[in-house]
């Protein structure tokens, strides 16, 4: 029984090419950071939220990440769990600081981040009775509180790290793909918000003819082909979304333009993280990689007028991880 | 160079459970024959088809074994293949016997068959000028004259073998999954008949909801890891298709029962061949094939009053291939 820990929960990148709502991968940095501690008083209390701006709530009902840490609370209650047991009869309950350092709507994953570190640091303060895979239904919650629905393409990858498959939510089933150890992510945020609500709110009520669900079919198969072979061109050609690419592309000031710097500067693929406003690139290498952050960066700047902040490095296979 | 070949190419299951138009595998049996022979007279004849009970025309521009045929020839004469070179001078055409070996309409590629058997036939006869990936393309449009549209999920199983996706038509992509080795296909045709025409009518102009698409995406992937990991378990979960099955289900008589009675004798999976009215089934052993097979003709008996062919075996690795 620890009585404070410190979490750091990564960003992610979902909604992967051709795979909505059901492929995402966690990204090195940046993420969220979630410091929990025991209190007297029962349930979860958020003492701070540091890095919003102040756009979030310290309402522990409606924080995400306090909806995630309350919900493992809660389960541990329940099932007489918490360590040795003693500690949730004697401190039962949490106090948390949550320090936002990613930014929010911005396509990174920022509420699955806060979720899944409310999520983990509960666990870790209790001597960790959940498993990280237990821990994912609990980090759902924070998020639903987030998007209004459930999608785990962020929070499973932030949670477990790497490269992550849904299968489907009833039962929620989550796979590990294999990530070719020379496949590098770029990430380009451009300083504008897309809110996700609306980013989904395109999609309610679209039919889409066969021939667009066909097309990702065959991307998303091939996709994962590409990542068992580790034929990153293979992964890269099959980063092609006809289903809500062309509907969120609109939402993203320069998206034509940044995708066509990305893929001039030898881009293996690019599309749109989560529901926008950043941007995603695969590469083959650390330079290329460097080379496709710069043109995208520029190309935000000079299409859109948008200065942007860049992340690049190799899949995350760590994914959230207790710090200091 | 020789005179006369006979070729045999296996009936296929395509559209398989999540992967509509980009997934198929090869069966063992049932499968077309065609006989080819070096002929005098420029072009290609078709001097019989049997088997057909009188259904199909034995005129080479609207057989698709014929079209196939032609394309290739056209093809061979276009860039002066041909074995030695002098064979096509000498004697430039080709006569063909078709045996149809599998019902018409029956969702087992009875038209990509013809189609690949024709190809491969001619490219047999003229010393095997072509890859058997460059024959794809002349087996297609002969498949293109039965359906209307490409669709290459029977004929690239049919004439490569294995459990093939596609990643996409424009170009056309074709990429070989994993065989498990104990895995198992069970087929059961019941003496009727679906049109494929009619069958594909019932998708256009329809719009399909983004998360019938996402069910079908989660399935497709989790699919193929199956595949990878040669999780059966997994691969027979992944056969559900929430796109196309809800709505051709109903051209198939008795087609609940039948799914049922797969599950309740041991189907790790089962949906719709091709276009049906076939139904195929996944299990991991021969025996539990038997006994799927044995359920599933007795369900078609008992609900929809229809005797069965039923086909057991592993996939069919081989794909068509030259005989006697």
Known sequence: MLSSVRVFAPASASNLGPGFDVLGLALGRPGDIVDAELADAPGVEIVEVTGDGGLLTTNPAQNVAGVAAQSVLSHLVATSHGGSGAGLLDRPGVRLRVHKQMPLASGLGSSAASSVAGAMAVNELFGRPLTRRELLRHALAGERTASGSTHADNAAPSLLGGFILIRGYDPLEVLDLPVPPSLRVVVVHPHCRVET?????????????????????????????????????????SIEDRLVEPLRMSLIPGYRQVKEAARRAGALGCSISGSGPSVFAFTD????????????????????????????????????????
């Open 285 to 324: 290498s650390d330079a290329a990689a460097a080379r496709v952050a710069a043109a995208m960066r520029e190309a935000f700047r000079e299409a859109a007028g948008l200065e942007s902040d860049t992340f690049v490095g190799p899949i995350n296979t760590t994914g959230a991880c207790r710090i200091e």
């Open 197 to 237: 609500a609306k980013a989904r709110a395109l999609l309610r009520g679209h039919g889409f003819p066969i021939e667009q669900a066909v097309a990702n079919l065959g991307n998303l198969g091939a996709l994962i082909v590409g990542l068992y072979r580790e034929d990153l061109e293979l992964v890269g050609r």
